[in-house]
DNA sequence: GTATATCTTGGTCATATGACCAAACAAGAG
DNA sequence: CTCTTGTTTGGTCATATGACCAAGATATAC
């Protein structure tokens, strides 16, 4: 990747992010890239040439980042925590890539659109190995749904781009342990944190296995 | 609202949904709609003026479904619980309306954006007042921020509306309750769920307080 | 049955848009 | 210096788009 394509690749994440791939035009691209339409086409001979280019990038990167996260981690419960802390992190302050993918899909067609996919499900299967591993570690209820708690985590991520801009109240890290915390030992009183506030029954449960580094969310 | 008008918003509500407001032109609507471009004019005079109609009435009916399935519940989880299934219900079997609520806000301006999140918070009102009222009876766990309870619930049912279509497995109101028993309940074996399994010693707290009319998902 | 209000028709108009290109320019290799 | 390769310029072209309207058609009121 050139300099040029990086500057390119980087404007077309921030405007696609604010406008949608539909309402931004290649004259603002170029604009915003600090050159001519026509250069513009020189690199990306299309628009969704740019956004598949970006969107695949975005996705890998993305892959990357948050295998690193849970490699570092020894325990199934904390390698979960650890993904949803780096995958909200990076839809919220990294580059846009990821927002791009996870709202502009809808603009791309043909055969980038299975390409996406691809890496969509490389990315899910990260998950799932996780879930599977807690669940073979005893650690998950019987009779849930593993989708459902994926579905439960990484929506309530995916869908935290939508308010987080306006509420940052909030860092990264602590809207994650929260979504981390409620939805593993429940928001009722009578899930974890409740039953073990109110008796000393079971010991061997420490909810610092899980929030180890002192920033859980209040 | 006259016939035709709403045969108008009916088909703008699908074309938005499935093309996104940016990419749909006045031309495909007034065809979808069983008309010509001119007479789409008449009524609407412009596209943004059909979008603002469409999404503030789907925002107050959506407002007032909530609210008729909330009153009949009596506790404040299954109050909960109701609102849930009643939102998911809306927005991947209702209209089209909600979705596009929920996906095509960036494309509204000026004065009709702030009347649209005037009914935002509204329904948000709503939501707190049930977490409040949850609380007020004592049965959410302490040190829990309310503001990511209802961010974790909306968020992963809003979200839901990009993956439900393909995988069509699940009624609404089992995702929607899988979601709920999870979040109150926690999906580790320590949560509630894991530990009525394991113990009797908390007889006083019934699971089917709340799955009481027999189709929770599995 | 006529007058009035409502709605539709079929088209125009100015502008915006994505794609494209021939020629000019820049930079490095020999 | 010169040749070659890579890049930019400034613009064109056909089409698409949102907004709009004068005239005609239809329905409604009285």
């Known amino acids: 990747m050139t300099k040029q394509e990086g500057i390119v690749l980087g404007v077309a994440g921030r405007l696609f992010r604010e406008k949608g791939f539909a309402a931004t035009t290649v004259r603002e691209l170029a604009t915003a890239a600090g050159m001519l339409p026509g250069s513009l086409h020189y690199r990306f001979p299309t628009k969704e040439s740019l956004l598949v ?3 695949e990038r975005g996705m890998m990167q993305a892959i990357e980042r948050v295998r690193a996260a849970i490699e570092v981690e020894d325990t199934p419960l904390n390698k979960m925590r650890s993904a949803l802390r780096e995958h909200l992190s990076i839809l919220v302050e990294g580059d846009d890539a990821i927002y791009v993918n996870l709202y502009e899909f ?3 067609t043909g055969a980038a659109r299975a390409r996406i996919l691809r890496l969509r499900d490389a990315y899910e299967a990260l998950w799932d190995g996780m879930l599977h591993a807690a669940v073979g570690a005893g650690l998950i209820r019987a009779g849930l749904d593993l989708r459902m708690v994926r579905f439960l985590l990484l929506g309530a991520v995916n869908w935290s781009a939508q308010w987080y801009e306006e509420n940052q109240n909030y860092t990264p890290g602590e809207v994650a ?3 981390f915390s409620i939805s593993a030992f429940g928001f009722c009183n009578d ?3 409740g039953l073990l506030a109110q008796s000393a029954e079971r010991p061997e449960v420490q909810l610092t296995d899980v ?5 859980r969310s209040g």
Chains 1, 2 share one sequence.
């Open 53 to 55: 280019e970006l969107m």
């Open 106 to 108: 809808r603009s791309v």
């Open 177 to 179: 342990d929260a979504f």
């Open 191 to 193: 899930g974890v944190g």
């Open 211 to 215: 929030f180890d580094d002192g920033d």
